[in-house]
């Protein structure tokens, strides 16, 4: 392990960022490349989101388990992704939705779900994307919730993360300051 602030440490560090940035422009560029399917019946959307959901939620809890064994770089760049990938996912559901008629008022390409999302995320909602629909009211409340879970979690992984690094920086520099022998 690289002491921090080590010149190969940065190194280390730059390369992490690099392949963070890489993966959050692939995983947006395939959400602009898959299409949305056509208009379908409320309930095949409905079967498909929920399936979503569920898959979504399973990985995101495989990967905090998985994050919480793994090395610093990993958990911030597994925090990020899963970030980008619950915002795409759920992008590209409202726009789906988005096809049958009456459900979002203003919602009509792939940009405005990801700008109604992140919205959302945010809890900005600006008002002039919205749900109309009793569907889409159903499925932005749960993309709501579930984002309050996700939050939960990573704020919790990141202040433990962040109180950890502290504490062995504290310990090292007093290491470095007591008076030896």
């Not at 064994?69 to 925090?79: K, P, S, Y």
């Not at 569907?135 to 992984?157: D, E, P, W």
């Amino acid at each position: 392990m690289q002491p921090p602030g080590s010149a190969s440490s940065s190194a280390q560090d730059g390369r992490h960022l690099a392949v963070t940035v890489g993966l959050v422009v692939l995983a947006t560029a395939v959400y602009f490349a898959v299409p949305i399917p056509g208009r379908m019946r409320e309930a095949s959307w409905v079967v498909l989101f929920s399936c979503g959901v569920v898959v979504l939620g399973l990985l995101i809890t495989l990967a905090i388990r998985r994050l919480l064994r793994a090395g610093e770089a990993a958990r911030i760049r597994g925090l990020v992704l899963l970030l980008v990938l619950t915002v795409l996912f759920f992008s590209w559901c409202d726009d789906s939705v988005a096809v049958l008629p009456g459900q979002f008022a203003e919602l009509h390409t792939k940009t405005d779900a990801l700008y109604f999302t992140i919205s959302t995320l945010s809890t900005v909602g600006f008002g002039d994307v919205h749900a109309a629909g009793q569907l889409a009211r159903a499925a932005v409340t749960v993309q709501m919730v579930f984002n309050l879970v996700f939050i939960g979690l990573a704020a919790g992984i990141v202040t433990g993360f962040l109180r950890s690094r502290a504490t062995r920086r504290m310990q090292a520099g007093t290491r470095r300051d007591e008076p030896r022998p």
